[in-house]
């Protein structure tokens, strides 16, 4: 081998000069099962920024005054900066009307709870929040179900039911437009509402796994949003990585994913999204079909009681909303 003339300087990975890296900024979403996924996208965005989540979904009730206590502490002394969704008085000084006041001198910037039912009209939960009943997809649970059970119809009955004039009759392709306006209307509070990233992304590919369930999609768009607001007050700088949905691992798919209807789908301009496949939470668990979820779903309601079910404000709506299937 040729020797190069002169004398070369031996250079190693270890010699080579590194710029020094400012001390890394850190940022908290204060939200529900939403946070985490968000945090993720908001972090693989950002340039300067980490950003860590705090859920209030799985908050003891008993214990949230203390809670929040603490954590209130320590994100002062942790984080230059707060992204929460508007909460209400019960979250004391994590609401809405008095965040700014508790974290006083560092900036807090309100994002949206997304909730979008317009795909998903069917889905409910049964009782309040650490008192629902379970059934095969946790805590979600199909109106119809729970009709059909409170109506002493069969699992066979019950999976009639499922079909464009049933939907009609209840609504259900209505739903679209009514929940995407009651998001806009609680979004007029936010610094950066999501209804302006996804009224044109709802009618492209699947954005919800459930009605609060955002897929990687939505969190993208929404994400490259929320940075940009941020940059245009100073608080973040982009990473210039593309939101493209394939870029981030972090989502909720690994929960329960209750089907877009078909009849729905088709509805809606987006028939590649439709299907009645309903998925068990887990990240490894195969879906059931329409037939096997009823029967799960009997199953669940029989062990509560059909008395004790009644009682619950579920069944109560579905009481009064439903009879137009009896007309």
């Known amino acids: 081998m040729a020797k190069l003339p002169g004398k070369v300087k031996e250079q190693t990975a270890l010699s080579w000069p590194v710029d020094p890296q400012p001390k890394q900024k850190r940022a908290v979403v204060i939200s529900n099962c939403q946070c985490f996924p968000l945090a993720a996208w908001l972090t693989v965005l950002s340039a300067d920024k980490v950003f860590d989540f705090w859920g209030v979904h799985v908050i003891d009730p008993t214990q949230r005054e203390n809670a929040i206590k603490a954590f209130v502490d320590k994100a002062k002394i942790e984080y230059d900066l707060i992204i929460s ?24 910037i309100l994002v949206s709870n997304i909730y979008f039912a317009g795909f998903h009209p069917d889905q409910t939960y049964i009782g309040g929040l650490n008192q629902r009943v379970a059934g095969p997809l946790g805590d979600a ?22 079909c464009s004039e049933t939907y009609e ?45 955002p897929t990687s999609l939505v969190f993208s768009v929404y994400a490259a949003g929320i940075i940009q607001h941020l940059a245009s007050l100073g608080l973040a700088q982009p990473s210039n990585l593309p939101a493209d949905e ?41 879906p059931i079909d329409l037939r096997r979820f009823l029967t799960l779903e009997f199953e669940a309601f029989e062990n509560v009681g059909r008395e004790t079910l009644a009682l619950s404000h579920a069944a109560q709506n579905i009481a009064h909303q439903f009879t137009v299937l009896s007309a």
């Not at 508007?86 to 006041?101: K, Q, R, T, V, Y």
């Not at 007029?188 to 459930?210: G, H, M, Q, W």
């Not at 981030?248 to 809606?268: D, G, Q, R, S, T």
Request: net charge negative; proline share 6%; charged share 15%.
């Open 246 to 286: 394939s870029l981030c691992a972090e989502n909720l798919a690994a929960n329960i994913i209750f089907p877009v209807y078909p009849e729905i789908a088709a509805y809606h301009h987006v028939p590649h999204i439709g299907s009645y496949a309903f998925k068990p939470v887990g990240p490894w668990v195969n």
């Open 169 to 213: 009759k209840l609504g259900y392709f209505n739903e679209f437009v009514l929940s995407f306006n009651e998001l806009t209307k609680r979004d007029a509070i936010v610094d950066v509402p999501v209804t302006r990233y996804l009224k044109e992304t709802l009618k492209t590919n699947l954005c919800f796994y459930s009605f609060n369930h």
């Open 85 to 108: 969704i508007p909460l209400s008085e019960d979250f004391l000084g994590l609401s809405s009307e008095h965040i700014a006041d508790t974290f006083s001198g560092i900036p807090v």
């Open 141 to 162: 649970h199909s109106k119809l179900a729970i009709h059909g059970f409170m109506t002493g119809q069969t699992v066979d009955q019950t999976l009639r039911l499922f």
